[in-house]
């Protein structure tokens, strides 16, 4: 079974408060909830890929600032 991360554990992992995972989300600058009923909840392989893609990106020499800001700037 695929492991579920509840909105409060993708902000303790994240080191995010809610209002700041609502507008990341919101403004397509974090992946989407899934829900269930009205809970949200993420998958943690995909909150894990989203986090190895920001670092992927952030070792790449080729990289430009506002290319790799996007999922964790504040």
Same mark, same amino acid.
């Given at each position: 079974?695929?492991?579920?991360?509840?909105? $409060?554990?993708?902000?303790? $992992?994240?080191?995010?408060?809610? %209002?700041?995972?609502?507008?990341?989300? @919101?403004?397509? *600058?974090?992946?989407?909830?899934?829900?269930?009923?009205?809970?949200?909840?993420?998958?943690? %392989?995909?909150?894990?890929?989203?986090?190895?893609?920001?670092? =992927? *990106?952030?070792?790449?020499?080729?990289?430009?600032?506002? =290319?790799? @800001? %996007?999922?964790?700037?504040?």
């Amino acid at each position: 079974m695929k492991t579920r991360l509840r909105k $409060k554990d993708v902000m303790l $992992k994240m080191n995010w408060s809610a %209002s700041t995972l609502n507008l990341r989300v @919101s403004t397509g *600058r974090f992946i989407k909830p899934t829900y269930e009923g009205k809970t949200p909840f993420w998958l943690a %392989s995909d909150v894990d890929q989203a986090i190895d893609q920001f670092f =992927a *990106r952030e070792d790449d020499p080729d990289n430009h600032p506002t =290319a790799t @800001s %996007s999922l964790f700037d504040h």
